[in-house]
């Protein structure tokens, strides 16, 4: 009786990990998904409507700021998060391929693209003193917005698919 009682406890125990995992998983894309759509459909219309120095000083304090734990832990956060969940889903097939595709559409469409092309592009602008900024506009924000665009549709689609997976849709 005893050894049933541990196997069950340990399994409960495993389940509520998962389940905890998976709903951190949920907020972090969730909300990553959102905070790139809102700037897609919302902030970068009104940067749009700047001069081009106001542009470039309001990008660079949005870059300063945005630089936080709490956006590091629910940006970067599902790099650790999405693997574990995956992994802990193995045994749910359909789970299992919901979190594994969601999984590679994050890292692959919102991680390395903002990795390898926003941020190279908000280093170059921070390095920029007040009498440089002309120019902005070409080399910065139309490739930052083309590839912020991207990035955007494949956090939505990873968190669809997310979704998906727990039933939701």
């Given amino acids: ?18 389940e905890i995992l998976l709903t951190l998983v949920i907020i972090q894309v969730g909300l990553t998904a959102g905070l790139l759509f809102i700037f897609s459909i919302a902030v970068n219309p009104g940067l749009a409507r700047l001069n081009e120095e106001e542009y470039y000083r309001a990008m660079k304090f949005i870059n300063q700021v945005i630089l936080n734990p709490i956006f590091f832990i629910v940006f970067i956060g599902p790099i650790i998060t999405m693997p574990l969940v995956t992994y802990l889903s193995r045994n749910d097939s359909n789970m299992f391929i919901c979190t594994l595709f969601s999984t590679i559409l994050y890292f692959i469409g919102v991680i390395l693209i903002t990795s390898f092309k926003n ?7 921070e390095k920029l003193n007040a009498e440089e900024f002309s120019g902005v506009l070409l080399w910065y924000k139309k490739p930052w917005n083309f590839w912020h665009n991207i990035r955007t549709f494949f956090g939505i689609v990873s968190f669809l698919i997310l979704s998906i997976g727990i039933g939701v849709i």
């Fill in 1 to 18: 009786m005893r050894a049933y009682q541990k196997k069950r406890i340990d399994e409960i125990i495993k389940l509520m990990i998962y």
């Fill in 119 to 125: 941020v190279p592009l908000n280093n170059r602008l």
